[in-house]
């Protein structure tokens, strides 16, 4: 049975099939391709991690105490650990694009230009959550208060420099009605990166999502008809936001008040964090209790360029290019099947030793509505 508690996941942003996790007692995973492998890197209460820049070798961690930076071909780590940090369920998050800042979120916010050589203590609090924004990684948005633990007396915070200086921009200016105990987790619209949600644990009714198309100055109540469970964590799609709750995830479309469960055959478990491709169709949630679980399902287009190892399916409803190399490995078994065309590119190999179809043939199950949508959760969202 796969009964891992992931208290977090992370995966590669050039190649998404490779995954680093913190478990709860069973410390640091990681996963190199595409199968149900992760290899055990180091032992005791794993926590987070996050993926250097353009580095899959190389990631961040925190355990236990301490937070250290490991290279995967090596099996080996160093210690980074900012001066007089030695808190429990720290974060570590590599910036997304430059390979020598790391932050480490504790009580206070740290920042590193060395990959933690040195640090800079910026104040304010990633107790609880981190996040950059997608189209902008200059601007980042933090949650926390005095520690992990504590609730009702934190905030959220804004910084428009990589981290330099943060500003606070909650509770103050929630929702009035907002009777919050812990905040759980913030995402940033892809496309804006003054679009923040943020998710609130414990049993406040009505009290679970809001939303700012401001950067934080304003903020909005979007719990509308969620159940009254913590929220763990949210991930946003192109016209979609997700969450994940102590009992499956639910989907909201922009300009709409309903959320609908898309749990699916998921047991019934905290999920702890949720990942979106909307360019190769896969969606991937952690769970603190029955390990990782991944949704495959139809887009439009796909376009395939990385390696590709392990066990991996793409379905397209209209065309399907590839350029890539499927290794000579009896562990790769690839499918690729499109309702309009494959076409395999100069470029491409598929390897003898591996297994490979691609086929023509109408997706096997529903898209999942992630395309691209016109309105946006922002100045003409309906209320």
Same mark, same amino acid.
């Given at each position: 049975?796969?009964?891992?508690?992931?208290?977090?996941?992370?995966?590669?942003?050039?190649?998404?099939?490779?995954?680093?996790?913190?478990?709860?007692?069973?410390?640091?995973?990681?996963?190199?391709?595409?199968?149900?492998?992760?290899?055990?890197?180091?032992?005791?209460?794993?926590?987070?991690?996050?993926?250097?820049?353009?580095?899959?070798?190389?990631?961040?961690?925190?355990?236990?105490?301490?937070?250290?930076?490991?290279?995967?071909?090596?099996?080996?780590?160093?210690?980074?650990?900012?001066?007089?940090?030695?808190?429990?369920?720290?974060?570590?998050?590599?910036?997304?694009?430059?390979?020598?800042?790391?932050?480490?979120?504790?009580?206070?916010?740290?920042?590193?230009?060395?990959?933690?050589?040195?640090?800079?203590?910026?104040?304010?609090?990633?107790?609880?959550?981190?996040?950059?924004?997608?189209?902008?990684?200059?601007?980042?948005?933090?949650?926390? $208060? #005095?520690?992990?633990?504590? &609730?009702?007396?934190?905030?959220?915070?804004? =910084?428009? !420099? +990589? %981290?330099? @200086? /943060?500003?606070?921009?909650?509770?103050?200016?929630?929702?009035?009605?907002?009777?919050?105990?812990?905040?759980?987790?913030?995402?940033?619209?892809?496309?804006?990166?003054?679009?923040?949600? $943020? #998710?609130?644990?414990?049993? &406040?009714?009505?009290?679970?999502?809001?939303? =700012?198309? !401001? +950067? %934080?100055? @304003? /903020?909005?109540?979007?719990?509308?008809?969620?159940?009254?469970?913590?929220?763990?964590?949210?991930?946003?799609?192109?016209?979609?936001?997700?969450?994940?709750?102590?009992?499956?995830?639910?989907?909201?479309?922009?300009?709409?008040?309903?959320?609908?469960?898309?749990?699916?055959?998921?047991?019934?478990?905290?999920?702890?964090?949720?990942?979106?491709?909307?360019?190769?169709?896969?969606?991937?949630?952690?769970?603190?209790?029955?390990?990782?679980?991944?949704?495959?399902?139809?887009?439009?287009?796909?376009?395939?360029?990385?390696?590709?190892?392990?066990?991996?399916?793409?379905?397209?409803?209209?065309?399907?290019?590839?350029?890539?190399?499927?290794?000579?490995?009896?562990?790769?078994?690839?499918?690729?099947?499109?309702?309009?065309?494959?076409?395999?590119?100069?470029?491409?190999?598929?390897?003898?030793?591996?297994?490979?179809?691609?086929?023509?043939?109408?997706?096997?199950?529903?898209?999942?509505?992630?395309?691209?949508?016109?309105?946006?959760?922002?100045?003409?969202?309906?209320?």
């Amino acid at each position: 049975m796969d009964v891992s508690q992931v208290y977090h996941m992370n995966e590669y942003a050039g190649n998404r099939y490779k995954v680093i996790t913190g478990l709860q007692d069973n410390g640091i995973k990681y996963r190199e391709i595409a199968d149900s492998n992760f290899v055990h890197m180091f032992g005791a209460d794993g926590f987070d991690g996050s993926f250097v820049a353009n580095t899959p070798d190389t990631y961040y961690y925190t355990i236990n105490q301490t937070a250290r930076r490991g290279t995967y071909s090596t099996g080996t780590s160093v210690s980074i650990e900012p001066p007089g940090t030695n808190n429990w369920y720290m974060l570590a998050q590599a910036h997304p694009t430059d390979p020598n800042i790391v932050f480490v979120g504790t009580d206070d916010i740290y920042k590193s230009i060395d990959q933690g050589s040195t640090w800079t203590n910026e104040a304010a609090s990633a107790s609880w959550t981190m996040a950059f924004a997608p189209s902008d990684p200059t601007r980042m948005y933090a949650a926390g $208060a #005095t520690s992990y633990n504590a &609730n009702n007396n934190g905030d959220i915070y804004y =910084s428009s !420099n +990589s %981290g330099d @200086t /943060w500003i606070t921009i909650s509770p103050s200016t929630f929702p009035s009605n907002t009777t919050w105990t812990k905040i759980t987790d913030i995402a940033v619209k892809k496309t804006d990166p003054t679009n923040v949600y $943020a #998710t609130f644990g414990g049993f &406040n009714a009505g009290t679970k999502v809001v939303f =700012s198309a !401001n +950067s %934080g100055v @304003t /903020w909005s109540n979007f719990s509308y008809d969620l159940p009254n469970i913590p929220i763990n964590c949210v991930a946003v799609a192109s016209n979609k936001v997700y969450v994940g709750t102590d009992s499956g995830v639910y989907r909201r479309t922009f300009g709409t008040s309903t959320w609908v469960n898309v749990s699916d055959n998921l047991p019934n478990v905290p999920v702890t964090d949720i990942y979106i491709d909307e360019t190769q169709g896969k969606m991937r949630i952690s769970t603190f209790g029955r390990g990782i679980w991944q949704l495959d399902y139809c887009v439009n287009d796909i376009n395939l360029t990385a390696k590709q190892e392990g066990t991996l399916e793409y379905k397209a409803n209209n065309l399907l290019t590839a350029t890539t190399e499927i290794p000579g490995d009896m562990e790769n078994d690839v499918l690729y099947t499109a309702n309009g065309k494959v076409e395999l590119k100069p470029g491409f190999k598929a390897l003898s030793g591996s297994k490979f179809i691609a086929k023509h043939d109408v997706c096997d199950n529903p898209a999942q509505p992630f395309q691209d949508g016109k309105e946006g959760d922002g100045a003409t969202i309906k209320q």
